[in-house]
């Protein structure tokens, strides 16, 4: 395998809700491990997310998990998640559910540079940026 660059969320203690979410968005294959399944079955982070990883149809790579025990969370506006492409039907059913129950801040329409483009902050914190890129 070459090497990748991919987002890596952080949550606080609902991980799992966030990547089976993701999961319905974009659809793919998801897995995921709990501090349970490495040896802490039994203890107050037994059900939380360790790490998980979604691979989508699209080629897209998106893993996450809840802050590790003893580390605080804080949720931070220093990043977004960028999805751009040309397929205006699934870039649109992407915003569409990304935004359902989230905020949108940018809301998706044509802007000064030719293309598609909207930011939202989904259900879960998570900052979001689609860009559907115009035909020359």
């Known amino acids: 395998m070459s090497a990748r660059l991919n987002p ?3 949550f606080d203690g609902d991980a799992r809700q966030a990547m089976e979410f993701y999961k319905e968005v974009f659809g793919g294959t998801l897995k995921i491990n709990s501090y349970g399944d490495f040896g802490q079955a039994g203890t107050p982070e037994a059900d939380k997310i360790m790490h998980g990883m979604l691979e989508t ?3 897209f790579t998106l893993m996450g998990a809840d802050a590790p025990p003893g ?3 804080n ?3 220093t990043f977004s998640v960028s999805i751009s492409g040309d397929d205006d039907a699934e870039l649109r059913g992407y ?3 990304l935004s359902a129950d989230g905020t949108v801040s940018v809301p998706l ?3 000064m540079w030719g293309d598609v483009f909207g930011m939202c902050t989904d259900r879960f914190g998570i900052s979001w940026m ?3 890129t115009t035909p020359q």
């Open 8 to 10: 890596y969320l952080t």
């Open 57 to 59: 149809p699209s080629g």
């Open 71 to 73: 580390t605080e969370h």
């Open 75 to 77: 949720p931070g506006n």
């Open 95 to 97: 915003w569409e559910k």
């Open 109 to 111: 329409e044509k802007q």
């Open 130 to 132: 689609v860009d559907i």
